[in-house]
Nanobody, 125 residues
Framework: QVQLVESGGGLVQAGGSLRLSCAATERTFAPYTMGWFRQAPGKEREFIAAIRWSDSSTYYADSVKGRFTISTDIAKKTVWLQMNSLKPEDSAVYYC??????????????????WGQGIQVTVSS
């Protein structure tokens, strides 16, 4: 059973930075895409960024484009989310997820079969 272990969340002031990491415990695991989503209280889970394992192509939500960067170490089955210029509206629980097939869009939460436990990010104004 693959587990995704997230770390790096916390409290930061507006304008600050945080770096989230997500590591898959099973090294033989072969993702198609690894992604980050977030969910704020009372809101639906929202796509943030994704990276394709085959060619490291990346995709971002408009709300974070230019501020967040997703990257990966394929050998270590680890993905990071560097978050800069954070805003209070970025506050949410952030989830790492893995998609194992090309079926369905990378921005759909329902397309991902494996999820991390979630990690809190709070941005104060």
């Amino acid at each position: 059973q693959v587990q995704l272990v997230e770390s790096g969340g916390g409290l930061v002031q507006a304008g600050g930075s945080l770096r989230l990491s997500c590591a898959a415990t099973e090294r033989t695991f072969a993702p198609y895409t690894m992604g980050w989503f977030r969910q704020a209280p009372g809101k639906e889970r929202e796509f943030i960024a994704a990276i394709r394992w085959s060619d490291s192509s990346t995709y971002y939500a408009d709300s974070v484009k230019g501020r967040f960067t997703i990257s990966t170490d394929i050998a270590k089955k680890t993905v990071w989310l560097q978050m800069n210029s954070l805003k209070p509206e970025d506050s949410a629980v952030y989830y790492c997820a893995v998609k194992t097939s090309p079926i369905r869009s990378d921005v759909l939460a329902s397309a991902y079969g494996y999820w991390g436990q979630g990690i809190q990010v709070t941005v104060s104004s």
